[in-house]
């Protein structure tokens, strides 16, 4: 097969918008570093900074309660000022990278699984209710009908918040507090596997990617997506459906590469055992693939409920 004449460019290489930390902040000063100080033996090396954000929180609904914003606050604050590393993902972090303002019932937090019972142990110590929803990904920090969600995983069990979602800085500030967002190569591949029927997060993708496309690591969100390169095909070409006059948002390396993987399998002799691996996306909705039509389950026979949509 001959030599592609494009290549992805190295993992952390500074792109348009990005300035390497050492070169300090594309604003022409230093920003604070916002890892979280109490924790710096453990901290991961930063990359790259980025051009701070202003969080602007939820507009108000029937969704959330009316304190929810004063819970939200305090919540921050404390997360803040424990020195355990956290991301801010979901509605907040959507809003602010998109500039959409949607409303949210609740906060999304992201953590390494590790830090997890770190972070409802300290809540619990200062009056708030926990609670460990899944254990594979998913647990709560309450107060009266508030509440925030700590993810530390995915139901599936095929995405894991590790110490690569930490190496970038994306700075915002919501209610005050400093915080760092979720970055985007990993907001995509957090949402790229929810396709249920109540809930598709392609919209999102598809509008990450056309706002902050050059804060986007390609060659480390295909490295997340190795073995699902076929869902990231998909989402590259919902994209180009959506937006034909953004098309180049998408590397053209990236895009080769895809496609030759997909001419490439068509060589493929076919598999012999029947998988369905359509309840990775929605494991309700494929239900009946595996308990009536033969397919093998590739995930397991807990469902999610609607309970669970964030």
Known sequence: MAERPFSPPPSGTPQAGRTDVTQGAPQGKPREDLSQDRHDEKRTPLTGNYRPLAGQPPPASNLAPPEADEFYAESLTILRESGI?????????????????????????????????????????????????????LAKVKRGDCFFDVIFGSAAAVVTITDAWFQENHPAEFYGVEVRLTPPTEMIWSKALLQLRHRYDGADIAHLILRQSDRIDWKRLLSHMEQYWEVLLMHVLNFRFIYPSERDRIPRWLMEELLDRARVQIDLPIPRIKVCRGRLFAPEDYRVDVLDWGFADVVGPAAMTTDDED
Do not use: Q, S
């Open 85 to 137: 590393p956290f991301l801010v993902a979901g509605t907040f972090a959507v809003n602010c990278y998109t500039g959409i303002n949607r409303p949210t019932k609740d906060i999304d937090i992201f953590c390494k699984p590790g830090d997890m019972p770190r972070i409802l142990l300290h809540f619990k110590e200062k009056g708030f209710v926990t609670d460990i929803k899944d254990e594979r990904w």
